[in-house]
């Protein structure tokens, strides 16, 4: 009888933890728990239990931790797009957090893997796709903030032997996204061509975006879960790039035009980002989602869930 496996996903309310548990709540040979500071809301799926806490709560994060066998580290309070105005909160905040959370994780022997940034981290890179060799040189705090976290990492895997792993995610989207969060161009794109509103594009439209579909995500995600071998980061993403524009005219073609608006580009966004995905690709065999085909999914998923677009209907009305 295989071993059942206690996982903690902190930050399992988010848009990448919350996706997480529910895909890994399926296996009868996990045991998933949420840590966020609230509890998960009740859903379809069973399997989960949600743990109410504060994740820069020490003696919160302390019990949590307690038992667990691997720990998801998907907690963030900054994103590319104000971490110029709030970078100090993401140092003296999700950083220091991040480095308390590594040794109490070192001292109850206890796995963990880091969600970090592959969209941010790089800076601009003129070879694309960019592999995980490649020298990071961040262009925003955020990104600069993930890099310090990665090191500190490395750091305790090097020095007790650790087998903490990094994922660097490109751009995800679907269910359960919130592009008011500040991240989500396909997020953003999709709700305002359904809502038939305008749409904002900081500079030009031809910033390339490596998009993968928050499904696959997960099972690549799950498949580090399971793997046992020698490398430490891994590139979570579709190995393909495709511009503002581009996106646009996809969505153009499913009969969901949006009406855009270009304002001048942002410090912060690099102008090309595309991650080679061979690594994962070993550990990972299963199918990648085209561009297309999960966009025409996270559509009908709209479509088919009026509650939400409800709901963001209804914070317009509150603003």
């Known amino acids: 009888m295989t071993k059942i496996r206690k996982i903690l996903i902190i930050g399992g309310n988010g848009f990448i933890g919350g996706n997480l548990a529910r895909h890994l709540a399926k296996r009868s040979d996990l045991k998933i728990y949420?840590?966020?500071?609230?509890?998960?809301?009740?859903?379809?799926?069973?399997?989960?239990?949600?743990?109410?806490?504060?994740?820069?709560?020490?003696?919160?994060?302390?019990?949590?931790?307690?038992?667990?066998?691997?720990?998801?580290?998907?907690?963030?309070?900054?994103?590319?797009?104000?971490?110029?105005?709030?970078?100090?909160?993401?140092?003296?905040?999700?950083?220091?957090?991040?480095?308390?959370?590594?040794?109490?994780?070192?001292?109850?022997?206890?796995?963990?893997?880091?969600?970090?940034?592959?969209?941010?981290?790089?800076?601009?890179?003129?070879?694309?796709?960019?592999?995980?060799?490649?020298?990071?040189?961040?262009?925003?705090?955020?990104?600069?903030?993930?890099?310090?976290?990665?090191?500190?990492?490395?750091?305790?895997?090097?020095?007790?032997?650790?087998?903490?792993?990094?994922?660097?995610i490109s751009n995800p989207f679907g269910p359960g996204q919130d592009y008011e969060k500040g991240v989500g161009f396909v997020d953003a794109a999709v709700k305002k061509a359904i809502l038939q509103e305008p749409l904002e594009i900081w500079g030009d439209g031809e910033n390339i975006r490596d998009y993968i579909y928050i499904e696959d995500v997960s099972?690549?995600?799950?498949?580090?879960?399971?793997?046992?071998?020698?490398?430490?980061?891994?590139?979570?993403?579709?190995?393909?790039?495709?511009?503002?524009?581009?996106?646009?005219?996809i969505l153009a073609d499913m009969d969901k035009s949006v009406e855009t608006v270009y304002n001048e580009p942002r410090s912060v966004d690099v102008r090309r980002v595309i991650l080679d995905n061979a690594r994962i690709r070993k550990v990972y065999r299963g199918d990648i989602l085209r561009f297309e085909d999960g966009v025409q999914r996270y559509c009908r998923y709209l479509q088919g869930n009026k509650e939400e677009l409800g709901q963001i209907q209804k914070q317009k009305e509150l603003l």
Do not use: W
């Open 34 to 168: 949420t840590l966020d500071v609230t509890k998960q809301k009740k859903s379809k799926t069973d399997g989960i239990t949600g743990i109410e806490g504060d994740f820069f709560d020490d003696d919160a994060l302390r019990r949590a931790l307690k038992g667990m066998d691997l720990v998801i580290h998907a907690m963030g309070t900054i994103n590319p797009g104000n971490s110029n105005e709030t970078y100090m909160h993401g140092y003296s905040r999700d950083f220091l957090q991040t480095v308390t959370l590594c040794d109490m994780l070192m001292r109850q022997e206890t796995g963990m893997i880091f969600i970090s940034s592959g969209g941010a981290i790089y800076g601009d890179v003129k070879c694309q796709p960019i592999n995980e060799s490649e020298m990071p040189a961040p262009i925003s705090h955020y990104g600069c903030m993930k890099l310090c976290c990665e090191n500190v990492i490395r750091t305790f895997n090097r020095q007790f032997h650790r087998k903490m792993r990094i994922a660097r």
């Open 219 to 249: 099972r690549m995600l799950e498949a580090l879960i399971d793997y046992e071998g020698e490398e430490e980061l891994f590139h979570i993403s579709s190995g393909r790039g495709l511009s503002q524009n581009q996106v646009l005219k």
